[in-house]
């Protein structure tokens, strides 16, 4: 009589190794689900940082801009008074 193909044994052990994928799958699922929360949250406060540091440099280029600006709008009155000034003194 021929050996069967599939043992009983072979069957067990089969059920035995889906049963132990099973439990190992659903526990790397738990790791990468705390792994995502704890990256999310470190990839929140990178992007706070980046927002934050953009704000700084725009308001450091606005107050450059509104500095020169001023310079020159000071210098445009000065020189319109001594315009002024030269005009009505002839």
Same mark, same amino acid.
């Given at each position: 009589?021929? /050996?069967? %193909? $599939?043992t009983d044994e072979i069957l067990e052990k089969y059920k035995d190794d &889906? ?5 190992? +799958? /659903?526990?790397? !699922? !738990?790791?990468?689900?705390?792994? +995502? /929360?704890?990256?999310?949250? *470190? ?13 700084? %440099? &725009?308001? @450091?280029?606005?107050? &450059?801009?509104?500095?020169? !600006?001023?310079?020159? %709008? #000071? #210098? $445009?009155?000065? $020189? +319109? +008074?001594? *315009?002024?000034? @030269?005009?009505?003194? *002839?």
């Open positions: 009589m021929p /050996k069967p %193909i $599939l &889906e049963k132990y994928l099973d439990r190992r +799958i /659903k526990d790397e !699922m !738990m790791d990468d689900t705390k792994l +995502i /929360k704890k990256y999310d949250k *470190l990839e929140q406060k990178l992007q706070k940082n980046q927002v934050n540091k953009s704000r700084r %440099i &725009e308001n @450091a280029k606005r107050d &450059e801009r509104d500095k020169s !600006m001023n310079k020159w %709008i #000071i #210098i $445009l009155v000065l $020189l +319109i +008074i001594a *315009l002024v000034f @030269a005009v009505l003194k *002839l």
